[in-house]
């Protein structure tokens, strides 16, 4: 299986890509690359909302997915751990 990737905004303003996508997990992948998010750099990770059904276990769940990276290379976004869920990631970069 994939991640679903909604774009919901875009803009480019001073040089910067901003892109809003929500994000569904499969719990099998856990990295995007910045191409498909069309963009070359990712700068930064801005405005991460977690959006999952309330479960007796799901409190963990939701910090372990915001445990959100930029890879060294800048090239993708990686999380920690990865779980059925929803979420909504701002990306920032060119």
Not at 46 to 54: D, H, L, R, S
Request: glycine share 6%; with cysteine.
């Amino acid at each position: 299986m994939a991640l679903t990737i909604t774009e919901l905004f875009r803009m480019d303003e001073g040089g910067k890509a901003f892109r809003v996508y929500d994000i569904t997990h499969d719990e099998t992948i856990n990295s995007v690359s910045a191409a498909v998010l069309d963009l070359d750099y990712i700068e930064c990770i801005w405005g991460v909302n977690t959006c999952m059904t309330m479960v007796t276990t799901v409190g963990s769940e939701i910090i372990e997915m915001l445990s959100l990276s930029i890879r060294s290379d800048n090239k993708s976004i990686i999380w920690e751990n990865t779980h059925d869920g929803t979420q909504t990631v701002c990306v920032v970069g060119w």
